[in-house]
């Protein structure tokens, strides 16, 4: 029972570079989302999905971008890495947006 | 004001002693709301959900209470096992994603 799989764990990126983070579910949630934590500001909402197609933001979306093609897969796309961008990724999905949500292991994302 | 606030600690608290965690949230039309569990460089995981009647798990309860948009997290009998980052969590506005707390840490010492 996978749950929710992010890939890559680690990664080091230069400044300017860009890059997808990949997240797959396999419990046909509707729901998907994309956090970055940084330390002392918790886990910030970058974008979200309430199903396949159709995405939007959250609190932190600039720089980033996503798509959701089919009910699974929820790939994070950074256009040009930046320093600002180092932190760690979580992808999480659930039944509805109010329901509880299950976490990938993380993508710790550094940024030179 | 920020839509979850908690107390970011850390507390330190001996093994057997009884702690508790404080959250408020400023959406009052949340509905959903859940303590989560993040241990050093790992996934958040869920704890236990948050009723309106309260709740027990064991050692855990929890407490909500709409008028004053607060909620709560008592732990008795502390574990080492315990020591960790204590989430507290709420749904976004129109059930679009959860809303985390910067979180709680808690170490237990022996």
């Known amino acids: 029972n996978a749950g929710v799989t992010q890939t890559p764990k680690f990664q080091v990126l230069k400044t300017g570079q860009s890059m997808t983070l990949q997240c797959a579910q396999d419990?046909?949630?509707?729901?998907m989302s994309w956090y970055r934590q940084d330390p002392g500001m918790g886990l910030r909402l970058i974008h979200y999905s309430v199903g396949a197609g159709i995405t939007d933001q959250g609190e932190v979306p600039n720089g980033y971008n996503v798509s959701r093609s089919t009910t699974e897969d929820f790939p994070l796309r950074l256009l040009s890495a930046a320093p600002s961008q180092t932190s760690v990724y979580f992808c999480?999905?659930?039944?509805?947006?109010?329901?509880?949500?299950?976490f990938g292991q993380g993508t710790r994302l550094t940024v030179v | 004001r920020k839509e979850v606030e908690q107390d970011p600690g850390p507390f330190n608290v001996p093994e057997g002693a009884t702690v508790a965690f404080n959250c408020t949230y400023s959406n009052s039309a949340s509905q959903s709301f859940f303590w989560y569990r993040q241990d050093c460089r790992k996934e958040p995981k869920l704890l236990m959900s948050v009723y309106s009647s309260g709740n027990e798990d064991g050692r855990f309860t929890a407490q909500l209470n709409r008028a004053s948009q607060y909620i709560s997290l008592l732990i008795r009998d502390s574990k080492l096992s315990d020591s960790a980052t204590y989430l507290c969590?709420?749904?976004?506005?129109?059930?679009?994603?959860?809303?985390f707390g910067k979180g709680t840490t808690l170490s237990v010492s022996s």
């Open positions: 999480a999905s659930s039944q509805q947006g109010y329901t509880e949500a299950f």
């Open positions: 419990m046909n949630h509707e729901y």
């Open positions: 969590v709420v749904n976004g506005q129109a059930g679009t994603a959860l809303i």
